[in-house]
């Protein structure tokens, strides 16, 4: 089963998501419906539903480990496990260090969370520099972000592979107006602020 976008939004406003965590989030989903929508185009199977309402959960527990230490991916993915949502838990619970490299839904919300630096969308060497600079306080610490990186450009290239999608034009997404969607559809942020003006 998949939250529906009203649901998220309830979680997102219980959970007290701070904006500019719920504007990165955004983004990442905008990245990884294009890179989800691409796929199935070429002929792969994702459930686009699932990627959707995965990679606007995938921070649901950030604010719980700024404030207490922990670790967020792990932590989101056992809050949507006791949703009754299993499967989006999977995928959030992957969205730092996935489990394995093939092209599914955790890949591409894994992906599309490291082409998004706060709320903009830039390439894997300026998202991990800013992660080296800001993390990077010791040899370890260093390693496994090195780690991450060469990870997230074996799923660059598999995307590319599969979808003929050019890493750089993911960019273009900055484009977007913050309350449209890239394909024109409804998006979160602005479901997200009519929620906000009912109350």
């Known amino acids: 089963m998949v939250p529906s976008r009203s649901w998220s939004l309830k979680l997102i406003k219980q959970k007290q998501m701070p904006e500019h965590i719920l504007h990165h989030s955004v983004m990442v989903c905008e990245v990884a419906l294009v890179i989800a929508r691409a796929y199935c185009k070429a002929g792969g199977e994702v459930n686009i539903d699932l990627v959707e309402a995965s990679a606007i959960l995938h921070d649901i527990c950030k604010i719980d480990t700024i404030n207490s230490g922990g670790d967020h991916a792990l932590m989101g993915r056992l809050l949507l496990e006791e949703y009754g ?115």
């Open 85 to 199: 949502y299993p499967k989006v838990g999977r995928i959030v619970g992957q969205h730092v260090r996935l489990n394995n490299c093939i092209l599914d839904e955790a890949l591409i919300v894994n992906y599309a969370d490291k082409r998004v630096m706060h709320d903009r969308v830039v390439l894997l060497s300026e998202r991990f520099a800013d992660l080296l600079k800001r993390y990077g306080t010791d040899d370890i610490k260093i390693a496994r972000i090195i780690d991450l990186f060469n990870k997230a450009k074996q799923a660059e290239q598999l995307i590319v592979r599969e979808t003929a999608l050019v890493p750089k034009d993911l960019n273009r997404l900055n484009l977007v107006a913050g309350n449209d969607s890239f394909d024109g559809e409804n998006c979160f942020l602005r479901e997200y602020r009519t929620i906000e003006e009912e109350n």
